[in-house]
């Protein structure tokens, strides 16, 4: 049963054994997969485990249990029904019973028979969360990255599931890794006398729903949420044109997006959020959409963003305001800016074009790299609070110029 190096990994929990009807063996429970294949097995793992070597998908095997689990249930592995009980599997079934006595040994003669890595990792019974999580973890993170986890939570105390796919929900993103969760369902209704295996599917849709959301809330990308909708190419289109500011369709395709439904699984309330985050990205002219853009991002402490994008929203703003050009033409836009200070130097209110001058400094400097000479924004570089303070006065500042356009 040998194969190449392994790109899927099983988590299965092992629990304790149900003893057949007239005692020897522990009793064999049949299972039917959503494809219609069956196989049988005192140990739900063995049978997730036939069911993906059937398809030429064999994977590597990580197997938690207690103290109080069924270890011996793992003979299973021996008597799978696509080996065939050969004299070689006979022979590793005898050693099973009479040299597996510890954990390594029982390691040792799975790898040896199944051909891929195994892993059995007992913990404490009943286990602490806190236990299962470091054991688990460590062994996870000691491991090379697969492509796919396949996720058994059918056995053992129930929260050990829980805790399992928590940890998961983590190295997946550092694995970059696809999850899947099976439950071998003993309690639900029998298919012609077989205990139906769920694909447990929505949950993983809720986990990809979940880093959509996510990612829109932190960084205004909508893309992956509206791929869930099956709109990824309105969404990359969209996103690709606010991103890099071309103005021409940016409202109509954004207006678009509003009116997807969005994923199955995004109703009521979600749905209204992204719409709301949307319209934050948006604004009717286009100073209004970097500003808007700019406090979008700066209340997510992504002040690189927030700080070019309110200063052009300052300049475009002043542009239009003394009537210096046309705010969309670059030439006209750069030497509209030192007019721009001189005419806000002479404007009633002296604090205006202070306040341009320590926005357009933090710009530079935050764009380039470079240290100010000016001492006040060297300060506002290295503190929350100053910056926080001079983003709101940059804000104050915008719609001031803003009035009586």
């Known amino acids: 049963m040998g194969r190449e190096r392994p790109r899927k990994l099983l988590i299965t929990l092992i629990g304790q054994a149900r003893t057949a009807e007239g005692g020897g063996r522990y009793k064999m429970v049949p299972y039917r997969f959503p494809d219609g294949t069956r196989h049988a097995s005192a140990f ?25 689990s069924t270890w011996q249930a793992l003979e299973d592995f021996f008597l799978l029904e696509d080996v065939g009980f050969t004299a070689e599997a006979q022979a590793f079934l005898d050693r099973w019973h009479e040299e597996a006595k510890v954990v390594e040994e029982r390691e040792r003669l799975l790898a040896d028979f199944l051909g891929v890595d195994v892993t059995l990792l007992p913990v404490e019974d009943p286990p602490s969360g806190e236990v299962l999580t470091e054991r688990v973890f460590e062994d996870l993170s000691a491991r090379g990255s697969y492509d796919e986890i396949i996720l058994d939570i059918t056995h053992a105390y129930r929260f050990m599931g829980y805790v399992l796919f928590a940890i998961l929900l983590s190295l997946r993103h550092v694995w970059r890794c696809q999850v899947r969760i099976f439950y071998g369902g003993v309690e639900l209704p029998k298919i012609e006398g077989d205990s139906q295996v769920i694909e447990l599917k929505a949950l993983e849709d809720l986990v990809r729903l979940d880093e959509a959301l996510s990612i829109l809330q932190t960084t205004g990308n909508f893309v992956p949420y509206f791929a869930l909708a099956s709109e990824e190419e309105k969404a990359q289109r969209a996103y690709l044109a606010l991103e890099v500011n071309r103005q021409e369709n940016v409202a109509s395709w954004l207006k678009e997006l509003a009116e997807v439904e969005g994923p199955p699984l995004a109703k009521g309330v979600v749905s209204k959020e992204v719409k709301q985050i949307l319209k934050e990205l948006e604004g009717e002219c286009f100073e209004d959409k970097l500003i808007n853009r700019a406090r979008f991002f700066f209340e997510r402490d992504q002040v690189f963003k927030a700080v070019l994008l309110l200063y052009e929203g300052l300049v475009v703003a002043g542009v239009k305001r003394f009537g210096l050009g046309d705010p969309l033409n670059y030439e006209m836009r750069r030497d509209a800016q030192d007019k721009l200070e001189k005419l806000l130097r002479d404007h009633p ?16 400097a935050v764009a380039h790299g470079t240290r100010p000479r000016d001492g006040k924004v060297q300060q506002v570089l290295g503190d929350w609070r100053l910056l926080k303070d001079t983003f709101q006065e940059g804000l104050r500042l915008y719609q001031e110029i803003k009035k009586d356009q």
């Open 44 to 68: 739900f793992g063995v049978s997730l485990f036939e069911y993906f070597h059937r398809r030429g998908e064999t994977p590597d095997l990580l197997i938690v249990g207690t103290s109080g």
């Open 349 to 364: 209110n002296s604090a205006w074009v202070q306040i341009y001058k320590k926005v357009r400094l933090l710009r530079n």
